[in-house]
């Protein structure tokens, strides 16, 4: 059974093309001109993936993104954008986006990335399902619920999958290429800030009342979970 993605651009050329790409790949794709219909077509029937534009008329990239999050889909997002500043990236995947492709791109690149997601996604939904700890850091697999203590913490989908990875490792210490592997399906490479940016985000999320610190950086090296 092929993978159904969903594929919102506003620019018809680069739509029509892309679908084309992404059919002879096997993929069913469905064309989404502007965020309103590709929310629209999400309600109607979730997708495996979606592959979506920043800008876009009506409803943008990131506001789509927010949306599906705020209202607790996991389904994989891969943004497109010209975009491609720190602060630009930051926001992408901070709004819930998985990935983040700068345009212009080699289309093998964006189909190695698609890949890349629905195998990450593929093995969270395969995973076993209890309850993970470490100290006082709980994780519920299942429901994708976290808590230090008693106080509750809302991870974003991606910053779950990275605290999964580390406390699955603990105490070990995690290199970054294993953590891209773990977590995004591929290495960005050593110039790659993606995962010290979601690095920052667990920590001061994990340290929000106080708490002791749990993610440890091991300079050189990698990070670790672990209570000392």
């Known amino acids: 059974m092929s993978h159904r993605l969903l594929l919102a651009e506003d620019d018809r050329s680069v739509r029509t093309s892309l679908a084309r790409a992404l059919e002879l790949e096997g993929y069913a794709v469905e064309l989404a001109e502007n965020g309103e219909v590709a929310m629209a077509a999400f309600n109607a029937a979730e997708p495996d993936l979606i ?7 009506y409803l943008d990239g990131i506001t789509l993104c927010q949306r ?6 996991h ?14 990236r930051v926001a992408a995947l901070d709004a819930g986006a998985d990935d983040f492709l700068p345009k212009p791109f080699a289309l093998d690149e964006l189909l ?24 006082d850091l709980r994780l519920d ?8 203590g008693d106080r509750e913490i809302s991870f974003t989908k991606t910053e779950f999958d990275l605290v999964e990875a580390l406390i699955r490792q603990s105490p070990t210490v995690c290199t970054p290429s294993m953590l891209y592997e773990m977590v995004w399906g591929y290495d960005f490479g050593p110039e790659s800030k993606t995962l010290a940016v979601f690095i920052g985000y667990v920590r001061r999320k994990l340290e929000a009342d ?3 610190a749990i993610l440890h950086t091991v300079r050189g090296v990698g990070y670790s979970l672990r209570t000392n």
């Not at 592959?51 to 008329?57: A, N």
């Not at 599906?68 to 889909?73: A, D, E, N, T, Y």
């Open 68 to 73: 599906l999050r705020s209202r607790g889909s």
């Open 210 to 212: 106080g708490e002791p």
């Open 51 to 57: 592959v979506s534009d920043w800008m876009m008329p």
């Open 112 to 135: 190695a990335r698609i890949r890349a997601l629905l195998r990450r996604s593929s093995y969270s939904d395969d995973a076993p399902k209890s309850d993970v700890v470490v100290g």
């Open 141 to 148: 697999l299942g429901a994708r619920r976290a808590w230090r």
């Open 75 to 88: 389904v994989p997002i891969l943004m497109l954008t010209a975009r491609t500043e720190l602060g630009d």
